[in-house]
């Protein structure tokens, strides 16, 4: 149980593009789903946090312009980066936890941005 | 501000023991936890220590000192497959603050 998954696990888009990222949970419903980044030999951070049916909320930092996060139903959040530039290029990575669950998050596979 | 420190990286040969390190300085603090992490993979949970004191589970242990603000895993009969990195995190409320993390590398 409790399997979170992401889609896609690679992408390679454009300078100036966007891309979406979903982040899926499998067998249990998300109340809450974490958005974190990370560069290569670098510790994870944390990007946003978001509850279904509302705004995210953003970390210090974080451009809520850019990394549009929507969180539409307790099995799905969807990551959008806009306008990627190269310095987006990272291993954007999510979580999910249940109400009532002992703060225990769920991550997934992660997805591998690369912006040329 | 938030910080947490581990040591960057640790080797340790097959069989033996190995104690990784974590102490923190953030603005609320539910309890640490600890996750492992292969190269290009996601973390995975090992422990939570909410109160003081040692937790073990399998060949993993995590002990919690809050008064120190102060953790570590030991990691015990280390595997090859050990060898991945570990980060500490604090639970903040719902948010998890990770530390810098640790690369152990095993061997034989």
């Known amino acids: 149980g409790a399997v979170v998954s992401q889609h896609p696990s690679r992408v390679i888009c454009k300078s100036g593009t966007s891309v979406k990222i979903e982040c899926r949970s499998l067998d249990f419903q998300a109340t809450t789903m974490f958005w974190y980044r990370q560069f290569p030999k670098q510790s994870l951070m944390l990007m946003a946090t978001?509850?279904?049916?509302?705004?995210?909320?953003?970390e210090q930092g974080v451009e809520k312009d850019k990394f549009l996060i929507n969180h539409a139903s307790l099995t799905l959040s969807t990551l959008t980066v806009t306008s990627a530039h190269p310095e987006d290029s990272s291993f954007y990575i999510c979580s999910a936890r249940t109400q009532g669950s002992n703060y225990e998050q769920y991550f997934g596979p992660g997805t591998r941005l690369t912006v040329t | 501000g938030q910080s947490l420190e581990q040591p960057s990286e640790v080797t340790a040969v097959e069989g033996a023991i190995v104690q990784i390190n974590c102490t923190y300085q953030?603005?609320?603090?539910?309890?640490l936890s600890w996750y492992q992490q292969h190269d290009g993979g996601a973390p995975t949970f090992l422990s939570y220590n909410a109160l003081d004191g040692l937790e073990e589970t399998g060949r993993f242990s995590s002990f919690l000192s809050r008064s120190d603000s102060y953790g570590y895993l030991l990691l015990q009969e280390l595997q090859m497959k050990d060898s991945a990195s570990y980060f500490c995190?604090?639970?903040?409320?719902?948010?998890?603050?990770f530390g810098s993390g640790t690369r152990l590398l095993v061997r034989p």
């Open positions: 995190a604090v639970r903040d409320g719902y948010k998890l603050i």
């Open positions: 953030t603005s609320g603090f539910y309890g």
């Open positions: 978001s509850n279904e049916g509302s705004k995210a909320t953003y």
